[in-house]
C-alpha cells in the first residue's frame, strides 16, 4: 500500500506563488501514476494534473495550464506541484493520489487511482 502526505498549503495573496509537495512511501514514484487534484467547498472534486509513471506523459487541466507544474523527485520520492499566477478561485483542499504504473489520460479521472493523501489547504486572498 503506498501512503501520501501532501505539504506546502497555506495562504497567499492573488498573484503569489506556492508549491506543493506530495511524499509517497511504500513505492517509488517512478512506479507511480501521480495525480493532484482538488475540491473547494460545495463543489466536486477536480483533476488539477497528473504525471505519468515513466514521467513522459504530463496532464493539466486548462484551468491551470501555464500556471501550474507538476514535476517530480526521484531521489525524494516526492512529487510537486508549483502554483504560479494564483487566483481566488484556485482556493480548495488539494490532494495527491496515486496509482501503479499509471498512465494515459485516465490519469484525469479520481476514479482511477487507488491511494490519496490527506490533502493540503490552500487559500488564495483576492
Known amino acids: 500500500q503506498v501512503q501520501l502526505v501532501e505539504s506546502g498549503g497555506g495562504l497567499v495573496q492573488a498573484g503569489g506563488s506556492l508549491r506543493l509537495s506530495c511524499a509517497a512511501s511504500?513505492?517509488?514514484?517512478?512506479?507511480?501514476?501521480m495525480g493532484w487534484f482538488r475540491q473547494a467547498p460545495a463543489k466536486e472534486r477536480e483533476f488539477v494534473a497528473a504525471?505519468?509513471?515513466?514521467?513522459?506523459?504530463?496532464y493539466y487541466a486548462d484551468s491551470v495550464k501555464g500556471r501550474f507544474t507538476i514535476s517530480r523527485d526521484n531521489a525524494k520520492n516526492t512529487v510537486y506541484l508549483q502554483m504560479n499566477s494564483l487566483k481566488s478561485e484556485d482556493t480548495a483542499v488539494y490532494y495527491c493520489?496515486?496509482?501503479?504504473?499509471?498512465?494515459?489520460?485516465?490519469?484525469?479521472?479520481?476514479?482511477?487511482?487507488?491511494?490519496w493523501g490527506q490533502g493540503t489547504q490552500v487559500t488564495v486572498a483576492s
Open positions: 511504500g513505492r517509488t514514484v517512478t512506479s507511480l501514476g
Open positions: 504525471i505519468s509513471w515513466s514521467g513522459s506523459r504530463i
Open positions: 493520489a496515486s496509482r501503479f504504473r499509471g498512465d494515459g489520460e485516465s490519469l484525469r479521472g479520481n476514479y482511477y487511482y487507488t491511494d
